[in-house]
Each structure stands twice: as structure tokens, then as C-alpha cells.
């Protein structure tokens, strides 16, 4: 729920603010959703979207398949919410990192953090997993934010 991943998720249409995709299904960990219940979480960049999904939304939680071989991988440290997606396919695996790496410097020095990590000591911790995660055979890191390498394969 940071204005990154869900800014383009409506639109203005004669004074209307409208879902983009009208037909996707929208999904999100109910941690990442409740934390806007506290009211000192800054709305602003997403309030548009928090009205839109109002009523869409759908909650996915650990372990959740949301298709037959997509499954919610619970990877909170970047907002308690964040969430990432494990992609199986026979031996092989892919998974969508989401915002746990930034940075391909991340990868090396994964105690550099950035301001956008809520909880800085878990984003670490998360990251050190994660490495391990993607140093197994036949696993591969989708990197969402790293635009020049988006996929790492480190085992
Ligand atoms: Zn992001």
C-alpha cells in the first residue's frame, strides 16, 4: 500500500475516481490495510487508492495460494504488511520480492537501509533471509525496484 505500487490503481474519469483495472482482483495482507486504521498514518499519497479499494479489496495472508502456483510469502521489515509472492513450477522456484531490496548494493550490504523501511532492524533481517532463500538451487529473486539486474539468481 505505498503510492509506488498502488498511485496508478485509479483514475479520474469525468470527476470520478475509477479502478484502472476494473476486472483485477486487489489483494493485500490485512496488516499492510490496518495500519491505516492508526491516524497517525500518512493518507496522502494513497488516499485515492484507500477509496478505491475500499470495497475490492481482498486479504491474503502466509502461505495463501492466489493462483495454483503463486503463494503469499509473508515478508514483513519494509511496512509490517509487506508481502512477496512464491512462484513454483515443478523444481523451480521465482520469487517476487516486492520492496525487501531497493538497491542491488542491498544485496551486498544488507545492513543499508533506506528511509521508506518502517521497521529498519526487520528490513534487515528479512533481506539476510531472503539471501538465503535465493542462494537455494533453482530459485531465482524477482527485484521489482532493481531496474538494471531485475533478476537475481544466486544459487
Ligand atoms: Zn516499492
Do not use: C
Not at 490496518?34 to 491516524?39: I, L, T, V, W, Y
Not at 495463501?64 to 504488511?81: D, M
Not at 544488507?110 to 532463500?133: G, I, S
Amino acid at each position: 500500500m505505498h503510492s509506488d505500487h498502488v498511485g496508478w490503481i485509479g483514475h479520474k474519469v469525468n470527476g470520478e475516481l475509477v479502478a484502472t483495472f476494473p476486472n483485477a482482483r486487489h489483494l493485500v495482507r490485512s496488516a499492510e490495510w490496518r495500519r491505516f486504521d492508526n491516524p497517525a498514518e500518512n493518507r496522502a499519497s494513497v488516499a485515492d487508492a484507500l477509496n478505491l479499494l475500499e470495497h475490492r479489496i481482498e486479504f491474503v495472508e502466509e502461505g495463501e495460494y492466489i493462483a495454483p502456483e503463486v503463494r503469499i510469502l509473508a515478508t514483513p521489515g519494509h511496512t509490517a504488511g509487506h508481502a512477496s509472492l512464491l512462484v513454483t513450477a515443478d523444481e523451480e522456484r521465482v520469487i517476487i520480492l516486492g520492496d525487501i531490496f531497493h538497491s542491488a548494493l542491498q544485496i551486498e550490504h544488507l545492513e543499508w537501509t533506506n528511509t521508506f523501511d518502517r521497521d529498519p532492524e526487520q528490513a534487515k533481517a528479512m533481506r539476510r533471509w531472503m539471501l538465503h532463500e535465493l542462494a537455494q538451487p533453482l530459485t531465482t529473486g524477482g527485484a521489482t525496484h532493481i531496474a538494471d539486474s531485475v533478476f537475481i539468481s544466486l544459487g
